[in-house]
């Protein structure tokens, strides 16, 4: 209870000490506007309010085409709605700090249920767990607009009710426990890839197909709901953010590579540092045991030089697009996976272990690159894998293996790496935590200085602007240029016919708008080349007199 109280506390003060505004990145920019739409619209719709008719702008729209579905009753973002429709309900129980506020609480319901699913095998394993997940990617995600924690309660609560169910042999629990995951499958549909892993995995461990296949029918019945919803109201089972991340598929070893290696200029280190782990997981099923634990330590280690080497670059923001992969981000991972294997475990270990390794390969083979690779704080598209992975660590790190304790030939190496993995994991979250700081102060003073300009429109051809400044869709009309000048060319008639004399226009860092265009300096936000960054003008509808 005191580790997670101490978690909580960790949790709420670094939520407490970044600033109200600001965004991360753009993919929570849209789910803010889901969720305004929602709270806006008198049927509770998430249609994205259009303060310019595009027929009468020459098609023209406030955001990247893209990104965008058209229905009925107007344009929706492709991507699932179901976060924001629960954010729009805290908003309106306690405004946008209440919103703000989702993410970290189901963050701290899932730890605590987290220890609880760790204190069914090993009672001293269970305050261990807030430790751990410290020193995971898993915890930094409690400090955006995202549904990452959202879903992982779903996950960790369906892996408690299962745990005990299974012990106990009771139906009806493992049933709910497949709802449960189910329902997170409305959050993040790679957490049916994880259902599949866990049915597979404990089938084959236990060579029994009755207990898993209660559980796969109990997640059946909400995924059968979704894929119905999906096809009565976005034209497809699959739904259309599905679709177009479909439409991005390409060489599977790329997702696989990103996930495991990643993105890394030169790769070289992150081999290493891979081929190090996996050592451990392939001889610790094997009796030697000291020397899987060197294995460890050293692709550790190696891990370790992965973040010297790109963490000191000058653009540490962007360098997320390089290193963001398992090893370097999630050493608990494959920690906790290769403890499952260890040889001398029951079978409800490497169970959870054979889990684990079948979602990381599951996802590898079928997550699209696309949404693998991003500037994102770690593996995100891992994280289902992250459950039964902390749960194995701690209870190696309780040192109650089966009654082994200290006594099994290279225990300690496997704890000491254990720990090096916890210690990088702290650095970590620390660093992303400073880094969230630094960009959401940044997208703050952009938004607080654009709710002071009196320009109607804003006008961009950088396709995250609309999302990122997602706050300033409520006070300025967005319009997007897709095809660049051909789309500037009928954007100035339109605002030629409405009078406009002047818009604002949001710049990438190569365009050249011309002697009309006044550069603007936003306070407390100067432009930097390396995070998502915009240039500011104020551009008069004809060039000044000379």
């Known amino acids: 209870m005191l580790a997670w109280v101490g978690y909580a506390l960790a949790a709420c003060a670094g939520w407490a000490a970044l600033p109200a505004g600001g965004f991360w990145i753009n993919d929570e920019g849209v789910k803010y506007l889901q ?47 179901h976060f924001a429709r629960s954010a729009a309900l805290a908003t309106r129980l306690g405004g946008e700090t209440g919103a703000r506020l989702l993410p970290l609480v189901a963050g701290l319901v899932a730890v605590a249920a987290w220890s609880a699913a760790a204190w069914r095998g090993c009672r001293a394993a269970a305050p261990l767990v807030p430790l751990l997940v410290v020193g995971s990617p898993w915890m930094f995600y409690h400090w955006v607009f995202w549904e990452h924690t959202s879903a992982l309660l779903f996950e960790v609560v369906s892996l408690l009710v299962f745990l005990q169910g299974w012990r106990a042999r009771a139906p009806g629990r493992l049933a709910l426990a497949g709802a449960l995951l189910g329902l997170g499958v409305f959050l993040r549909l790679e957490l049916a890839l994880y259902a599949f892993a866990l049915v597979v995995a404990f089938a084959l461990v236990y060579r029994e197909w009755r207990r898993p296949l209660v559980f796969a029918l109990g997640a059946a019945a909400p ?46 280190v992150g081999l290493v540092a891979l081929a190090g782990v996996l050592l451990l997981v392939g001889l610790s099923a094997s009796r030697q045991r000291r020397l899987a634990g060197v294995g460890l330590a050293g692709g550790l280690l190696a891990a370790a030089l ?47 272990a054979t889990t684990a390794a079948l979602y990381v390969g599951a996802a590898a083979a079928f997550c699209p690159s696309v949404s693998a690779a991003g500037i994102h704080w770690g593996p995100r598209l891992l994280f289902p894998a992250l459950v039964p992975a902390v749960v194995l660590a ?122 009309s265009a006044e550069p603007l300096a936003v306070p407390g936000a100067p432009f930097r080349a390396t995070v998502l960054d915009a240039r500011l003008y104020r551009v008069r509808a004809t060039p000044p007199s000379p």
């Open 35 to 81: 969720m305004r739409m929602i709270n806006t619209s008198p049927t509770r719709s998430s249609a994205l309010r259009l303060d310019v008719d595009p027929a009468e702008a020459g098609g023209l729209l406030p955001q990247t085409p893209d990104y965008l579905l058209p229905t009925a009753d107007g344009y929706r973002f492709f991507f699932p709605d």
């Open 223 to 268: 995924v059968l709901a979704l894929l119905a919803f999906n096809a009565a109201r976005r034209g497809h089972p699959l739904g259309p953010a599905f679709l177009g991340q479909l439409a991005h598929q390409d060489a599977k070893w790329r997702t696989a590579w990103i996930l495991l290696v990643g993105l890394t200029r030169e790769p070289t």
């Open 306 to 352: 992965v973040r010297a080497r790109f963490l000191a670059r000058p653009d540490p923001f962007l360098a997320l697009n390089d290193f963001a992969s398992a090893v370097t981000l999630a050493p608990i991972l494959f920690s906790g996976l290769a403890v499952g294997f260890a040889w001398g475990h029951g079978r409800r270990r490497r169970a959870l």
């Open 394 to 515: 701690a209870e190696r790190l309780a040192g109650r293996a089966r009654g082994a304790a200290w006594r099994l030939p290279g225990l300690r190496w496997e704890v000491a790496a254990l720990l090096l993995a916890l210690g990088l994991g702290w650095a970590d979250t620390a660093h992303g935590w400073r880094l969230l700081r630094d960009q959401r102060e940044h997208t703050a003073a952009v938004e607080r200085y654009l709710a002071d300009r009196p320009e109607r429109y804003l006008v961009t051809n950088v396709w995250w602007v609309p999302q990122l400044y997602a706050r300033a869709a409520f006070r300025h009309a967005f319009i997007f240029l897709r095809e660049g000048e051909a789309d500037y060319t009928r954007f100035r008639a339109f605002a030629a016919a409405k009078g406009e004399r002047a818009w604002l226009f949001a710049a990438g860092p190569h365009t050249r708008l011309g002697p």
